[in-house]
């Protein structure tokens, strides 16, 4: 029989008082006796006396855990003939050593199994009162256990979306803060987490917010309150096995969604690499209340997968090591091969298409004046729709460099075919370019003067012809000249650019 702290050792005897009867008793090892009466009615007496100290009832051995009525303050009689000062816990006739449970069919079942989700006792008596938490006198839910409070939290960052036009950034994350708290006594833990419950009360945990929030940030689930057993636990009674605050770590697992504010710095867009900080602050501590314990306080872990980023890097950071305030820095580089493909190849494409039109021959100016115009166009409207995608600012970034080199390149190339084109008007004569140089004493002055003269012989009209052809044939060879050079000028240019620009590029990553 456990009574309090106390043990006491009891065999079984089966006596016979009468011919065919007997009767069953328990002689302990003290003057105590467990006898039958009448009525299925068990009591402990001294022995020798008729004065009962404990009752119980049962239509068996009265063994387990069974509710034992105290007849006559045994419990301080115990403790005076003992030398034990402490008040009772319960009374219990078991053959169960201090480390079993006590089964009500009298099973003996480890105390490392009670309470483990798993029913080891046939009626599942070692699943009942499982609660894990038993908050002592001096506990204050609304209060930290001590100020300052060794602290330690893990970040997991599950998904991360940056959101360019409203200088944002999004994040699921799971928190997972742990902190020792000596106010109340852990029952049943296991050698994995194990969910912290109890009875008709609450548990102190750190109230998270984050800082820079563009909005409060918003739990996805119910924060869970979790321990586990660090340490062998003290076996009491045979019960359960109690474990102290202190030495055994609380861990709150908490899942936020956040939408908090980041400073974007797009002057190497697309190319370029953002870094935003997500500043928590608990609000149930004050500002100088916690410890911090680093390194292992450092913990973050990266989302893995990213659309349009690769996510470089993730630190936790801290003013200094008792804030109540922590930060979680984020690292993106953007992805290239989207604008590889719906950008620079499109545009390099064109470029080639424009360039083109510089190699067609000199006659086919409709040809090249539609073509470069057309494709200058189009690029005017890929730049429109790069531009409304991104925020603006007041600086250019990489992408309108691109964008402005190919424009001012194509209307280099337009200019180009306007000043070497030549067209025949109406009437079947030719009309230079706007911008292409006439030499002094042109045909038509020397016409006109030879039209005055009226010089209708044959010869000199066949001079007149000839001179014309051959005006006529070195305007068309500078057109080629001015052509050829501003091709190979325009290539060469356009390829240092390009080279320089994607250099550029790769040196930032």
Known sequence: MKISFCTLTWTLSVTGSQPGGGSVYFHGVGPYTITLDHNDTWCLKRWGTQVKLLCTKSRSLPVGPLSWKDENDICTQLHIESGLQLAPTGVMLTKCSPDHFTCRDNQCVPLEKVCNSENDCTDGGDEIDCFTAHPLATYISTSPPQIPLPFQVDVNIRTADVDLMNAAVRANLRLRISWEDARMEMRHLQNVYKRLTLYNSTLWSPNVQTFNSLEFATTASHPVIMAKRLSPGKRVDGEYLSFPGHGNPVVNINDLHTHTYCRYDLLK???????????????????????WELPSSSEVKCPVFHEEFWVKDCRFLLPDNFSSRFFVQLTFRRKNAYHIWATYLPCILLLGIGYGTLLLPLDNFNERDTMSLTTLLVFISLYAQTTASLPRTAYLKRIDLWYVFCIAFLTLVIFTNLATSTTTNTRGTTAEGPFWWHPSGPVEQRNEAWSSKKLSNSSTQQQQQQEQQRHEESRRKRKELVLKTASV????????????????AYITM
């Open 269 to 291: 867009y697309p190319d370029d690499i953002q870094t935003c900080n997500i500043t928590f602050q608990i609000l149930n501590v004050r500002q100088d209340g916690l410890k």
């Open 489 to 504: 000028v325009l290539g060469v240019t356009s390829l240092i650019f390009i080279i320089v620009y994607f250099t550029g």
